[in-house]
């Protein structure tokens, strides 16, 4: 079983400054992670993910997140926001022994607002 | 590519009734999907792996009989509320799987919003 925490329900931030969305999880197997995306009244969208390779991954609009296995954290980056990356981030976790398939354990969300 | 589409975007009924929601996978085949509900401001609970030909595998505390789906092409799965009430009102969010490449990850249609009188 998986869980995953996200430690900030809510995070403020100014246009133009540096922003970081924790992210633990804790599994017995080894975990794919992913962060989402969800805008008001939307669903969810891919943001960036961590399969295997390079610990950091990137995402096309700027935002990054490390895999570090030793601290069992995904934490997301970007440093620079704008209003338009006011969203609900969502982190994510599954397990990819075998017979999970693949399910997604979710945090409970941190909810990005960027004021100008 | 990898879109996932919901049909209804937005549902009204009363109580009683039944609703079907689709979730269809537009540009990819998708063997397994993935049905969640997720209340105002917090995360999106799995209900129901839905998978292609076979009967669906429902989360601890989902009531089957309740939800019904039917998974019954590689880019179709339906989920259907029965005898809604007002409790049932939520966002309900489908999510599919290509079975062809990128198997680890899912992709998300937009959303039903269920609103139950």
């Not at chain 2, 269809?24 to 049905?35: G, I, N």
Request: glycine share 6%.
């Amino acid at each position: 079983a998986q869980s995953v925490t996200q430690l900030d329900s809510q995070v403020p931030v100014f246009e133009e400054a540096p922003v970081e969305l924790r992210c633990n999880y804790s599994s017995s197997v080894s975990v794919y992670l992913f962060w989402y995306v969800q805008y008001p009244n939307q669903g969810l969208q891919l943001l960036l993910k961590y399969l295997s390779g390079s610990t950091l991954v990137e995402s096309i609009n700027g935002f990054e997140a490390e895999f570090n296995k030793s601290q069992t954290s995904f934490h997301l980056r970007k440093p620079s926001v704008h209003i338009s990356d006011t969203a609900e981030y969502f982190c994510a976790v599954s397990g990819h022994s075998g017979g999970s398939n693949y399910k997604l354990t979710f945090g409970k969300g941190t909810l990005l607002t960027v004021n100008p | 590519g990898a879109v996932v589409s919901q049909h209804p975007s937005r549902v009204i009924c009363k109580s009683g009734t039944s609703v079907k929601i689709e979730c269809r996978s537009l540009d990819f085949q998708a063997t397994t999907m993935f049905w969640y509900r997720q209340f105002p401001k917090q995360s999106l609970m799995l209900m129901a792996t839905s998978n292609e030909g076979s009967k669906a595998t429902y989360e601890q505390g989902v009531e089957k009989d309740k939800f019904l789906i039917n998974h019954a092409s590689l880019t179709l799965s339906t989920l259907t509320v029965t005898s809604a009430h007002p409790e049932d009102s939520s966002f309900y969010i489908c999510s599919a799987r290509d079975i062809t490449s990128d198997q680890e990850t899912q992709y998300f249609g937009p959303g039903t919003r269920l609103l139950v009188l």
